[in-house]
């Protein structure tokens, strides 16, 4: 089982800018696809962006296309998400998650192992 922590949310004005980063533990996600998926209050928890375990593959939900950027650093097993032109509707508990196999999936069910979250607040 992998252990994932994230960290980097806070509170940002609207058009600032956040990284989240993700740091696993027990295993090597090199083998695993990883993503970020957000519950703003009150809602369902839902898909932001997935990543493939080599890295070279990317899919991202049409709210955060070119706004935000997800990356990984498998020697230092870690997932980032570059958050950019933040907007109030982008406020959030971020979570991280990885799924076996490194194929890229964008369904909350096919993820195994989750992240506590880390809270992105954008104010208007």
């Known amino acids: 089982q992998v252990q994932l922590v994230e960290s980097g949310g806070g509170l940002v004005q609207t058009g600032g800018s956040l990284r989240l980063s993700c740091v696993a533990s027990?295993?090597?996600?090199?083998?695993?696809?990883m993503g970020w998926f957000r519950q703003p209050p009150g809602k369902e928890r839902e898909f932001v962006v997935t990543?493939?375990?080599?890295?070279?593959?990317?899919h991202y939900a049409d709210s955060v296309k070119g706004r935000f950027t997800i990356s990984r650093d498998n020697a230092k097993n870690t997932v980032y998400l570059q958050m950019d032109s933040l907007k109030p509707e982008d406020t959030a508990n971020y979570y991280c998650?990885?799924?076996?196999?490194?194929?890229?999936?964008?369904?909350?069910?096919?993820?195994?192992?989750w992240g506590q979250g880390t809270q992105v607040t954008v104010s208007s």
């Open positions: 998650a990885a799924r076996t196999g490194p194929g890229m999936a964008t369904i909350i069910g096919t993820y195994t192992s």
């Open positions: 990543i493939s375990g080599s890295g070279i593959s990317t």
């Open positions: 027990g295993r090597t996600i090199s083998n695993y696809a």
